[in-house]
């Protein structure tokens, strides 16, 4: 089953394809020729870099303390020996909060990349989305990152149409007049 929708799938998509205009791009290429990119990504490399070696100095303290105790805990009463490995713990969560704080999914190098790296991108795919309604362009893919869509005319997406093939959606009816209405949404991929 899986093997007859993939073989329709691909022939439905090589038969729009063939009567559309579309072009490839390499986004990695031309990103690497923008200066303004390339000081963009120069600073977060160096946050990165001040960031990582933080964490690794906080490491070394952490294996230090480590070490110490393992050398003294014949030495040490119970209690202290208990109070030596909570604060060790601390220091490791104290760590691994400070990783996330930096490089999680929300951390400020993430929000650092977006500040300086989003206005170059939009400004990119504006000038994609020129480019196609300039030249006729139906459809434009990247060609660094494998099929990823950078631009589609609205008219060559046929969602709605592999959805009532599968009888899976069935158009909307507005009214009397027959006339449907596919309610899927525009969307010319703007990213990565």
Not at 48 to 62: G, I, L, P, T
Not at 128 to 150: Q, R, S, V, W
Request: contains cysteine.
């Amino acid at each position: 089953m899986k093997k007859l929708l993939l073989a329709s799938f691909l022939a439905m998509t090589s038969s729009l394809i063939m009567g559309q205009k579309y072009c490839i791009v390499d986004v990695e290429y031309v990103l690497s020729r923008m200066q303004q990119y390339k000081d963009a990504q120069a600073q977060i490399d160096k946050l990165a870099e001040e960031w990582q070696k933080e964490v690794e100095n906080r490491m070394k303290d952490v294996d230090a303390a480590y070490r110490k105790f393992q050398a003294e805990q014949v030495l040490i009463t119970e209690q202290m020996k208990q109070h030596r490995i909570k604060e060790i713990e601390n220091k490791e969560r104290d760590i691994k909060e400070f990783q996330r704080a930096k490089f999680g999914p929300n951390g400020e190098l993430f929000k650092k990349r977006e500040e300086l790296i989003k206005p170059l991108q939009e400004k990119f795919y504006s000038e994609i989305k020129k480019y196609a309604e300039a030249k006729g362009y139906d459809l434009i893919l990247d060609k660094a990152t494998g099929p990823t869509i950078l631009y589609y005319n609205e008219k060559i997406n046929k969602t709605e149409d592999i959805l009532m093939a599968l009888g899976l959606n069935k158009p909307a009816q507005t009214g009397g007049d027959g006339s449907g209405s596919s309610g899927a949404s525009k969307s010319t991929s703007g990213g990565k």
